[in-house]
């Protein structure tokens, strides 16, 4: 593919739902990230991958939150029990290397909002 | 304090202008990289550098080791360079998770 596809584009849930989000990275890269930009926030960290392995979990916001990745290619991001303060826009980014060596491609995002 | 500090916040400017936002770190760094975030959210990569100087057409970054300092330049400014530009680092003690600034909000006027 031509760059980082995530989906959906926009998600509406209700509080209390579960949801899952898809980044599709480009193909060859094998670090893997999942940052979350909320209304009139910066971004944050969630996650890094490096193949299927996340050496760097540090930033998920609570036990809610799950990623994996398989085929060091497709990752998912699962929040369980949705609340109105994950309503955000949770952004995919890969890159051939680490973020220390290699610049970093981002998806579109997926809108997230929790009614 | 913000371990990464962007200045200004919101910046104006007319077309043809020639701007600069900087950014500040306090933290010892593998790498700085620089954004742009368009209104729709898409977000591209425009630098990543670790001394020195970059310059890709009108862009040009700079960073300052000793000085833990970088700067963004855009030289004759458009008003399609209205954008939000972000500072990020790549913390020596962190591996590849980047650490932000806040953003700089540009907004160019014909």
């Known amino acids: 593919g031509a760059g980082v596809s995530q989906s959906p584009s926009n998600k509406v849930t209700e509080k209390g739902k579960d949801v899952e989000l898809r980044c599709d990275p480009i193909?060859?890269?094998?670090?893997l990230y999942w940052y979350r930009q909320s209304l009139g926030q910066g971004l944050e960290f969630l996650i890094y991958?490096?193949?299927?392995?996340?050496?760097?979990k540090s930033g998920l916001p609570s036990d809610r939150f799950s990623a994996e990745r398989t085929g060091g290619s497709v990752s998912t991001l699962t929040i369980q029990r949705t609340q109105q303060e994950d309503s955000a826009v949770y952004l995919c980014?890969?890159?051939?290397?680490?973020?220390?060596?290699?610049?970093?491609?981002f998806g579109n995002g997926t809108r997230l909002t929790v009614t | 304090k913000n371990e990464v500090e962007q200045s200004p916040q919101n910046l104006t400017a007319q077309e043809g202008e020639f701007i600069t936002i900087n950014c500040s770190y306090s933290?010892?760094?593998?790498?700085l990289h620089w954004l742009q975030q368009h209104p729709g959210g898409g977000i591209v990569s425009l630098f990543m550098?670790?001394?020195g100087k970059k310059k890709h057409g009108r862009l040009i970054a700079t960073i300052n080791i000793q000085e833990k300092h970088s700067s963004l330049h855009i030289t004759a400014s458009h008003p399609r360079d209205s954008a939000v530009y972000i500072c990020?680092?790549?913390?020596?003690?962190?591996?590849?998770?980047?650490?932000f600034g806040e953003g700089t909000q540009l907004t160019v006027n014909p």
């Open positions: 933290v010892g760094i593998s790498a």
């Open positions: 990020a680092v790549s913390k020596e003690t962190s591996g590849s998770r980047l650490t």
């Open positions: 991958f490096q193949g299927n392995s996340a050496p760097d």
């Open positions: 550098l670790s001394s």
């Open positions: 980014a890969s890159s051939p290397g680490g973020s220390y060596n290699s610049p970093l491609h």
């Open positions: 193909s060859g890269h094998t670090a």
